[in-house]
């Protein structure tokens, strides 16, 4: 099932789908990680996004 973009609200945005290819392509892009490194960062972390912000900066600045 695809995801309804018009029925959206404030917890989509704090979430990163790592069912939806888009928002893990889009993540992986703005980081410049590959996809699979941000599916292992959701892996590890969950799928909140300020931590994923974060734990991404920290592998990008390596």
Do not use: C, W
Not at 10 to 18: A, K, L, P, Q, T
């Amino acid at each position: 099932m695809t995801d309804d973009k018009i029925k959206t609200d404030f917890r989509e945005r704090d979430r990163v789908s790592s069912d939806e290819e888009y928002e893990v392509a889009y993540f992986a892009r703005k980081f410049q990680l590959t996809i699979p490194e941000v599916r292992e960062l959701i892996k590890r972390h969950g799928n909140d996004r300020p931590t994923l912000e974060r734990e991404a900066k920290a592998i990008a600045s390596r």
